[in-house]
C-alpha cells in the first residue's frame, strides 16, 4: 500500500499570509505514460464533507479560488494559499489515486494566528 | 447539480450487521465509478471500497475484506454497502464519493454528507 505522509500537522498562520503544506508519499504517482501525478487535495470544514482542491496535483478543480496552488511531482508534494482567507480555517487531506488502496494522508489542520 | 444522500447508519452491537444506501442525482449514475470512504471520529478519511460502472469490478481495503459488500443497483440509481461482523474500529462517517471520471484512477469530486456509524455494544 503507499503511505502518504503529511507535514505540518497543524500550523497557524495569520491574514494574508502563505500557509504551506507537504505531503510525501512512499511510492512514486508520477505515471510515465501520460507524465501525470495522481495525486489530489481535498479541504474538509468541521462538519461538512470533503471538496476536492486540486487533482493531477496541480490542476485546480472548477471554483476553487486561485489563492490555491499545487505543486510537486513523484513522491513530494506542495499545497500553497498564498493569501489566507477566514474562509480557508479548514482540515486539508493529500491522497493518491495510482493504485488501490486509494490512500489519504492523515490531514493538515490551518488555523488564524 | 449533484446529489449524493446517504441512509442507514445508526447504532449496532458488535457482530452486528447493517447496510448502508447512498442515492445518486444529477449526474449519469451509470457512466462512474463510485466508493465509499469512512471517517473515525476526530480521525482522517479512509477508503473503504469501490465498484466499475457495471458491478463487475469491486475492490475493498484489507480491513473489511470478507466483511463488507459494495454493490449498486443502476435501475435506481443507488450505491450500497452491506457491513457484516462490525467491530468498533468499524464506528466511523462513511461518505458515499464519485470519482471525477469515468475510471477507478481518479480523485473524488462529489461527496455526500455521511451517514455514521456506531458500534457498540
Known amino acids: 500500500d503507499i503511505v502518504m505522509t503529511q507535514s505540518p500537522d497543524s500550523l497557524a498562520v495569520s491574514l494574508g499570509e502563505r500557509a504551506t503544506i507537504n505531503c510525501k508519499s512512499s511510492?512514486?504517482?508520477?505515471?510515465?505514460?501520460?507524465?501525470?501525478?495522481?495525486f489530489a487535495w481535498y479541504q474538509q470544514k468541521p462538519g461538512q464533507p470533503p471538496k476536492l482542491l486540486m487533482y493531477?496535483?496541480?490542476t485546480r478543480e472548477s471554483g476553487v479560488p486561485d489563492r490555491f496552488s499545487g505543486s510537486g511531482s513523484g513522491t513530494d508534494f506542495t499545497l500553497t494559499i498564498s493569501s489566507l482567507q477566514p474562509e480557508d480555517v479548514a482540515v486539508y487531506y493529500c491522497?493518491?489515486?495510482?493504485?488501490?488502496?486509494?490512500?489519504f494522508g492523515g490531514g493538515t489542520k490551518v488555523e488564524i494566528k | 447539480e449533484v446529489q449524493l444522500v446517504e441512509s442507514g447508519g445508526g447504532l449496532v452491537q458488535p457482530g452486528g450487521s447493517l447496510r448502508l444506501s447512498c442515492a445518486a442525482s444529477?449526474?449519469?449514475?451509470?457512466?462512474?465509478?463510485m466508493s465509499w470512504v469512512r471517517q473515525a471520529p476526530g480521525k482522517g478519511l479512509e477508503w473503504v471500497a469501490n465498484?466499475?460502472?457495471?458491478?463487475?469490478?469491486?475492490y475493498y481495503v484489507d480491513s473489511v475484506k470478507g466483511r463488507f459488500t459494495i454493490s449498486r443497483d443502476n435501475a435506481k440509481n443507488s450505491l450500497f454497502l452491506q457491513m457484516n461482523s462490525l467491530r468498533g474500529e468499524d464506528t466511523a462517517v462513511y461518505y458515499c464519493?464519485?470519482?471525477?471520471?469515468?475510471?477507478?484512477?481518479?480523485?473524488?469530486?462529489?461527496w455526500g454528507q455521511g451517514t455514521l456509524v456506531t458500534v457498540s455494544s
Open positions: 464519493a464519485r470519482s471525477q471520471r469515468n475510471s477507478e484512477y481518479h480523485p473524488f469530486d462529489s
Open positions: 444529477g449526474f449519469t449514475f451509470t457512466d462512474m465509478w
Open positions: 465498484i466499475k460502472q457495471d458491478g463487475s469490478e469491486r
Open positions: 511510492q512514486n504517482l508520477l505515471y510515465s505514460s501520460n507524465n501525470k501525478n495522481y
Open positions: 493531477w496535483a496541480s
Open positions: 491522497q493518491q489515486y495510482y493504485s488501490i488502496p486509494l490512500t
